[in-house]
């Protein structure tokens, strides 16, 4: 068994920062992908930013250059570090971690709020 635990969100102002945090842990022998997506009401989640085992990230387009994402595979763990938020970055953002055998295991989700 595999437990996520996503933490970091909360509400901030436009302009302001948050880092989250998605530490793993349970019967884990190798994670290959680790990332971190976004959901808002009535729409599709949506990729974030995403890390592979070899260090390769991934971002999409609307958070380029104010988001970094980073891992600590000693801990099994993702990070998000949000700057410059924006009230569009809202939502509620939930953490992806793949293995490599493959399974697939959603974090429980945490609520980022942006107020301008």
């Known amino acids: 068994q595999v437990q996520l635990v996503e933490s970091g969100g909360g509400l901030v102002q436009a302009g302001g920062s948050l880092r989250l945090s998605c530490a793993a842990s349970g019967r884990i022998f190798s994670i290959k992908y680790m990332g971190w997506y976004r959901q808002t009401p009535g729409k599709q989640r949506e990729l974030v930013a995403s890390i592979f085992s070899g260090g390769s990230t991934v971002y999409a387009d609307s958070v380029k250059g104010r988001f970094t994402i980073s891992r600590d595979n000693a801990k099994n763990t993702v990070y998000l570090q949000m700057n410059s938020l924006k009230p569009e970055d809202t939502g509620v953002y939930y953490c992806?971690?793949?293995?490599?055998?493959?399974?697939?295991?959603w974090g429980q989700g945490t609520q980022v709020t942006v107020s301008s």
């Open positions: 992806l971690v793949v293995t490599t055998t493959p399974t697939s295991y």
